[in-house]
């Protein structure tokens, strides 16, 4: 079997390999909020699927960041530190949970990957950027949430490109299984909207609106009635008044934030890792995205990406990256601070999808020894790409423990 034809078996070599390691260097909980997370985790391993607001709990419970958030995005990593406890050893507990949640998330994407018609390489990719591993390594619910949007955006790229409409006998139905899943992470539902803006039939489309309406309001509920946590000395009343009655003002601080924190998302979005702490040469981040734009421009797709469906993909980015900004400027950021606080590029992983339709040029000739030698490059690419960053995890860690010998 010609590799270069499966992506999805040189995503599962790479992410079991690399994933295991870096699940083992990397010490508990340096992972950003992965303590929280581990909590959850082992609430819901004892069937604790939902915690009722702080004022409505008189049994000495102590809320953590993670109290608040969907039992969904913990069912492996779950019963991973379940099957570990029968060991009665916590460290054993602890890497079954890493090691589960690293085998959902591995699967969901080989099969985002399988699914999709367009973009295969760019998923393989990006899906592989070492903040999005080091995530699936861990307790952290962006592993599942990251991995369930890539597979929800498969899906949506397989109705829009290859199918062209939807069956009611069997897309709508794991359209709102998809829908439900993704309104109990943390909200992995905007690959839904791009059926908005596609020639579906009228009724068909109607659905597809009720099934996003029901999802917007199930996370909704879900939100309103759950532990939110957020950061000391924010005034959370007195910034949703600015959303409410200075949207101007608002939109001037996002605005800034944007500018100021563009360099840092990227650069966290790609690789920034243990508690953002470790960080990688200049060149390592620009070689990374000089190789994204190079599979954009040489990795030949049989679709062409409407000017229209590009228009619309950037809305719903757009939308999506000032939902975020909202949420964290209500939550996380304090009064008179000139930028929104609290917004880290691991955020912006799930999304990425959008930037393949909005960046991919339409070329009608490839040359096909070209697009080849591009995909061994990347090989090897992603191969030194994790190479060096798991070195670079090891080499920092292992300092740490000889500085406790």
Known sequence: MDKLKSPEIIFVIFAFVFGII?????????????????????????GILYNNLPQNRQDGYKFHGASG???????????????????NNDDIAFYFGRFFNLIIWITLIFFAIKVTPIFKWQFLFTSLFPTSLFLGASYSADSFNNAFAFLLFGYMFKIIFEKQDISLKKDVALISLCGITGAMCKCAIAPLFLLLFEKI??????????????????????????????????????NKQIL??????????????????????????????????????????????????????YIPEKYTIKISQRIYSFLILLGYVFFTCALLFINWTPIDSPYIAGIQGRYFIAILPLIFIILKPNIKHYDIKISRIMKKALIIYIFLMLFYCTDTLKGVYSSIYLSYL
């Open 22 to 46: 870096i699940m083992f260097v990397t010490p508990k909980y340096q992972v950003p909020d992965e303590y929280a997370h581990l909590c959850r985790a082992q609430e819901v391993s004892n």
């Open 69 to 87: 958030y969907s039992p969904v995005m913990y069912v492996f990593s779950g019963l991973g530190y379940k099957i570990g406890n029968f060991s």
């Open 201 to 238: 039939n009228k009724f068909k489309k109607l659905i597809v609106l009720l099934i996003i309406t029901f999802v917007i309001g199930l996370a909704y509920l879900w939100s309103i009635n759950n532990y939110t946590f957020t950061g000391p000395g924010v005034n959370q009343s007195y």
């Open 244 to 297: 409410q009655y200075n949207p101007l003002e608002f939109i001037k601080i996002f605005t800034e934030s944007c500018i100021y924190y563009f360099i840092p998302w990227i650069k966290q979005l790609i690789a920034r890792l243990g508690l953002l702490t470790i960080g990688f040469n200049h060149l390592f981040y620009k070689s990374t995205i000089l190789f994204f734009i190079l599979l954009l421009l």
